[in-house]
């Protein structure tokens, strides 16, 4: 057990050196643990501080509002939608669509701890201030390590990397970057999650959801 949490432990520092900018959209904890067979709704607020995109610019103060639906297909693996609204500045409020897949890995000897990983798409159209269509595909792989805390175990905090592309008429910089939070799981139904992104995004997300 020791080892694995050493591992373990060297991975996170990993991730902490290896993430030059995070150019990401939020993600679910692709490392969470969930019971099989189980439908849950959560209501998403996203934030971005700001995106550089390549050759030049960027996009500042980013705010998107999604509801999310998802099932627990089988033990620790989710399918989810994402569907609501985002807005950026000099950017008006434009509809986006998406989705994900997670999936996640208890390791044997050390069950505090899991590997998992999601993949997510992300579809957004909107008008820019000065007219024009803009229309942006986003999508993602997020590699990720959780630990269920023994002595509280309603916090799962969990890191990760996030390689991040866009396509359409957008197109970033550098796609790597790094995000951290943590599951707080208010009851066997209530679960709620803060994430942040850093290095070169300041960015952060709030999540709630309920499971039935």
């Known amino acids: 057990m020791r080892r694995d949490s050493r591992i373990i432990t060297l991975a996170l520092v990993l991730l902490t050196f290896s993430a030059t900018e ?13 019971e ?3 439908f849950f709704f959560a209501g998403d607020l996203q934030y971005t501080g700001d995106k550089d ?23 620790n693996a989710t399918i989810y939608g994402r569907i609501g609204f985002q807005n950026a500045d000099h950017l008006d409020t434009g509809f986006a669509i998406g989705g994900g897949l997670q999936a996640a890995w208890v390791l044997p000897q050390a069950r505090d701890w899991a590997i998992g990983g ?16 803009v229309e942006s595909t986003e999508v993602q792989l997020s590699p990720a390590v959780s630990y269920s805390i023994p002595q509280a175990r309603m916090f799962t905090p969990y890191a990760g990397l996030a390689v991040d592309f866009l396509t359409d008429d957008l197109d970033e910089d550098d796609p790597v970057g790094l995000f951290f939070g943590s599951n707080i799981d208010l009851s066997d139904r209530v679960r709620l999650d803060a994430q942040f992104r850093v290095i070169h995004e300041d960015g ?9």
């Open 53 to 75: 995109l390549d050759p030049r610019g960027e996009i500042e103060d980013e705010v998107g509002v999604y509801f999310r639906p998802s099932y627990a297909f089988a033990p």
């Open 204 to 212: 952060f997300s709030l999540s709630a959801g309920y499971l039935f």
């Open 22 to 34: 995070s150019l990401a959209m939020y993600v679910p904890n692709p490392a969470a643990r969930w």
């Open 118 to 133: 999601a993949f997510d798409v992300l579809y957004w159209n909107t008008d820019a201030n000065n007219g024009g269509d």
């Open 36 to 38: 099989a067979n189980r």
